[in-house]
């Protein structure tokens, strides 16, 4: 059974991507998308008797990992290492293969009416299996090894999936960039790999945990370099954190994940939801005995994750294009995840990223559903009043709205979205963990959560609430189509303003009909929805206990797949009540400032930016991280390129080597040729004039001697 979860998405890739062209679009999808839902309800089988009955093989037994292996292959036999390709299924693998292949076959049956239309849907269905196999072999890895193919597999994917319209060129620029931000962050995760083989001695998860266990008696190893003593399991969990800032879009290699968008939606649902994003999260989680090992490492991944949560919620304010809000807000999600790892309330990190993959997939193909309502439309500014043309997307967009802001009462185990459980419990647990981190991460979530709650509804009274909107400008300012009010801050040279997927069609509607047309999604994009919504609404309630609420319960659940800090965790639960409605507070303060300056106030979301429009200018530039990084490594770069090709290549190489030798030897044979005259008495004159010169070199040599 786990042999077919993970291989059955692989045979779809293949027949998909080989096949299409001969079987045709339609059985490529029915295909594809019905091994993906075969996978994904085996995962809840292997699931489910985890989360409620008595945990994988029986629960951990005295101590040990309750943990399943299923040898595929002998794999790599070199000197005394025998590496095996093994699928490592646990708890944390459990958990991870429900996430990936349910909203991976939810994305897929979505698919099926968003592509509709495109003539190579076979080849964009190719690739959702392929991105969803090597997510399965990424966390289902045994050991280094296995993971980095998975992790580089969904690299390679992600390129695929992001420049699907390779003939657009935001789309093969987009794709561009993200492989390359993630090779910066794959360079380090490869050199901590390499670190940890070199220190532990281990290339498997069990052999380097019990290698690191034994540090406690033992003493940290220390490397050298470059005459610097340095703590080597730091430098290991550093540079291994560095590749999970890459693939997780952590602050400073963020920028990829906006661009991403250039995508189709589906893509943006699968990556930012349950699959790419969350692969950095799932790694830390899966090493965690080894990051236990470096206090310094996690502080530092706990304040990464900080500034992540706030800084793409600020970005997120004034985000115009409906699917970078969502982007961002998955990237401010992301960075509470690392919060919680950092404070070592790992459970709850992973409690975050599998209740965050229901509510954000439902956001991002609830998007997807507005943008088809509104022929490939996506600036809001362009929206509005949508809720009576498409009442069930509206309604859709509203539970995975009150899921991310965190709707519930505190202190309640079972009133509240999935959103609540989660987010509420990493806030509590990063101020648990105290001190000066504790506390300048616990008031970042705590502002981001404000934001991501005045962000959340912005979208929804933009999009659906309020007077149709049509692309009108007057004198900067969006106007409304009906009333004439301003509605929304001056429109920006942004090129997110009116991004449009490429596929969408050519019918150019008359003014205004963009609304007048506005339509429900089909059926087939609508019942991924519904699904994803119950998710949205039950998950965070349904497994609290599980991931955070009872360190008794918790350990049996995981049964040794994580490491479970009982301190941190009890201390989570003791916080202050203030604390504990800290959240809450934040969510219905941004949710009140979002609904008087976007439903009673108009008006005041223009006159603001025009009051401030260097903080609007800084916000809406993403902090101007593209043009700060353009200015120290893309045009550097460009220049010490075209140095080499004009200096090196084109003079050295070509000039002075390859022309000039050509021509020195061209010079000397057009002389050597000249003894080639064709008379005989030339060729006789020549060699009596050899013979005299050996004569004479004979007779000298013999007088020396």
Not at 208 to 217: D, K, L, V
Not at 300 to 312: H, L, N, P, S
Request: glycine share 10%; proline share 3%.
């Amino acid at each position: 059974m786990i042999q077919a979860i993970v291989f059955l998405p692989l045979v779809g890739a293949l027949i998909a991507g080989l096949l299409g062209r001969t079987i045709g679009h339609r059985p490529s999808e029915f295909i594809t998308t019905g091994l993906l839902i075969i996978s994904a309800v085996l995962s809840w089988v292997v699931f489910l008797p985890v989360a409620f009955g008595g945990g994988l093989m029986g629960g951990a037994v005295d101590g040990e990992t309750a943990v399943l292996k299923i040898e595929i292959m002998r794999w790599i036999q070199v000197g005394d290492m025998d590496l095996r390709w093994v699928l490592r299924v646990d708890t944390l693998t459990a958990i991870m293969l429900v996430v990936v292949n349910t909203v991976s076959s939810l994305v897929h049956v979505y698919s099926i009416g968003y592509m509709a239309d495109d003539p190579h849907r076979s080849r964009f269905f190719a690739y959702l299996s392929l991105f969803t196999f090597a997510m399965l072999m990424l966390i289902t890895a045994d050991n280094f090894l296995q993971m980095f193919f998975g992790w580089e597999g969904v690299g390679l994917a992600s390129y695929l999936l992001i420049g699907f319209w390779y003939t657009k060129p935001s789309a093969t620029a987009a794709a561009m960039k993200a492989f390359i931000v993630n090779r910066v962050g794959d360079f380090g995760f490869a050199l901590g790999i390499f670190g940890a083989f070199m220190v532990l001695g281990h290339i498997d998860f069990d052999g380097a945990f019990e290698a690191a266990s034994q540090f406690s008696t033992t003493g940290l190893p220390v490397m050298q370099f470059l005459g610097w003593r340095l703590d080597a399991m730091t430098v290991i969990c550093m540079l291994l954190f560095m590749g999970a800032m890459g693939k997780s879009a952590q602050f400073l290699l963020h920028t990829w994940l906006p661009d991403a968008m250039e995508g189709p939606t589906p893509v943006s649902a699968l990556i930012h939801a349950a699959t790419m994003v969350t692969a950095g999260v799932f790694m830390v989680a899966r090493l965690s005995p080894l990051f236990e090992t470096s206090p310094f490492t996690l502080t530092f991944v706990m304040i990464i994750g900080a500034i992540t949560a706030f800084f793409a919620a600020t970005v997120g304010l004034v985000q115009n294009d409906i699917k970078r809000v969502i982007a961002y807000s998955t990237c401010s999600q992301l960075g509470y995840m690392f919060v919680a790892l950092g404070a070592g309330a790992y459970s709850a990190g992973v409690f975050h990223l599998f209740t965050h993959a229901f509510f954000k997939a439902l956001l991002f193909l609830g998007a997807g559903a507005v943008i088809h309502a509104m022929h490939h439309e996506q600036d809001m500014r362009n929206m509005g009043g949508l809720r009576k043309k498409i009442p069930i997307t509206y309604a859709m967009m509203l539970i995975g709205t009150l899921a991310l802001t965190g709707v519930g009462i505190p202190g309640s185990e079972f009133l509240g979205f999935a959103g609540f459980f989660s987010k509420d419990s990493i806030i509590e647990a990063a101020y648990a963990f105290g001190g000066n981190t504790g506390m300048f991460a616990f008031w970042l979530l705590v502002i981001a959560a404000l934001f991501t709650s005045f962000y959340s509804w912005r979208l929804i009274h933009l999009t659906f609430h309020g007077s149709p909107r049509d692309a009108k400008q007057d004198h900067g300012h969006q106007v409304d189509a009906h009333d004439g009010d301003s509605h929304d801050e001056p429109l920006a040279d942004d090129h997110a303003a009116h991004a449009h997927d490429d596929h969408a069609h050519d019918d150019h509607h008359a003014h205004g009909s963009a609304y007048d047309h506005a339509h429900e999604a089909p059926k087939v994009m609508q019942i991924p929805l519904y699904v994803l919504a119950v998710g949205a609404v039950l998950a965070g309630a349904v497994f609290y206990g599980m991931f955070f609420h009872d360190v008794e319960h918790i350990e049996h659940f995981f049964a040794g797949a994580i490491v479970v800090d009982h301190e941190i965790i009890e201390a989570a639960h003791h916080v202050p009540l203030w604390v504990k409605w800290s959240a809450t507070i934040a969510m219905l303060i941004g949710a009140g400032t979002a609904y008087i300056m976007y439903i009673r106030r108009p008006e005041m979301p223009g006159r603001l930016a025009a009051t401030n429009p260097g903080l609007y200018q800084f916000l809406l530039n993403k902090w101007y991280f593209d043009e700060l990084y353009d200015r120290i490594f893309v045009r550097p770069a460009l220049w010490v390129g075209r140095a080499l090709w004009k200096g090196f290549d084109d003079w050295l190489i070509d000039e002075t080597l390859s022309e000039g030798l050509g021509r020195r030897v061209q010079n000397v044979t057009s002389w050597v040729v000249k003894l080639q005259s064709g008379y005989l008495y030339h060729y006789a004159f020549a060699m009596l004039i050899g013979i005299a010169a050996l004569l004479t070199w004979a007779i000298a040599a013999g007088g020396l001697i």
